[in-house]
Antibody, heavy 122, light 107 residues
Framework: EAQLVESGGGLVQPGGSLRLSCAASGFTFSSYAMSWFRQAPGKGLEWVSVIGGSGLPTFYADSVKGRFTISRDNFKNTLYLQMNTLRVEDTAVYYC???????????????WGQGALVTVSS | DIQMTQSPSSVSASVGDRVTITCRASQGISSYLAWYQQKSGRAPKLLIYAASSLQSGVPSRFSGSGSGTDFTLTISSLQPEDFATYYCQQTDIFPLTFGGGTKVEIK
């Protein structure tokens, strides 16, 4: 069965940087596009970014475009989210998730990590 | 961006009740809609994809319907483990967007 485990969350000051990792196992990682989502405390779910199985294409939410970079290492079966110029409003639990069907978003996301808390505060 | 509007935002129900949650898209999304269940402090869980297809392992008391702009999630007989927050998500185009969530609480 697929498993996703996030790491790298923590406390960072506004304007700072952080890199999240998502270690994948139990499926052929390179065959699946992957995505990041986030959830601010007490709020709903927000899509952040997506990356194709080969590393392209990539898409971003307007709220993070130009500040966040999604990437993957298919040899290490790991997904990344580099977050720069962090803002207080980026405070959230960040989830990585796997497409249910390899290269299309149409069937949703069937496996999610446990989440990594990112707190942006001075 | 496609706006997803869920209603109600919360519902109080008893074990055994039938619960219906609706989701409306601001433009047509064919059948590209997913439903997720999220329990407090946990990751979302996929229940329904393509508007009406039941995810493997999900109990048959959950069902989805609709196409175009109007969609419904129905729990036919609410069980204790179903008390959670439910989200719809359009899976048609980027940016992917969610409804605001429906919290199902114990009456």
């Amino acid at each position: 069965e697929a498993q996703l485990v996030e790491s790298g969350g923590g406390l960072v000051q506004p304007g700072g940087s952080l890199r999240l990792s998502c270690a994948a196992s139990g499926f052929t990682f390179s065959s699946y596009a992957m995505s990041w989502f986030r959830q601010a405390p007490g709020k709903g779910l927000e899509w952040v970014s997506v990356i194709g199985g080969s590393g392209l294409p990539t898409f971003y939410a307007d709220s993070v475009k130009g500040r966040f970079t999604i990437s993957r290492d298919n040899f290490k079966n790991t997904l990344y989210l580099q977050m720069n110029t962090l803002r207080v409003e980026d405070t959230a639990v960040y989830y990585c998730a796997k497409y249910k069907q390899g290269g299309t978003i149409r069937e949703g996301f069937d496996y999610w990590g446990q989440g990594a808390l990112v707190t942006v505060s001075s | 961006d496609i706006q997803m509007t869920q209603s109600p935002s919360s519902v109080s129900a008893s074990v055994g009740d039938r619960v219906t949650i609706t989701c409306r898209a601001s433009q047509g999304i064919s059948s590209y809609l997913a439903w997720y269940q999220q329990k407090s402090g946990r990751a979302p869980k996929l229940l329904i994809y393509a508007a009406s297809s039941l995810q493997s392992g999900v109990p048959s008391r959950f069902s989805g319907s609709g196409s175009g702009t109007d969609f419904t999630l129905t729990i036919s007989s609410l069980q204790p483990e179903d008390f959670a927050t439910y989200y719809c998500q359009q899976t048609d185009i980027f940016p992917l967007t969610f409804g605001g969530g429906t919290k199902v609480e114990i009456k």
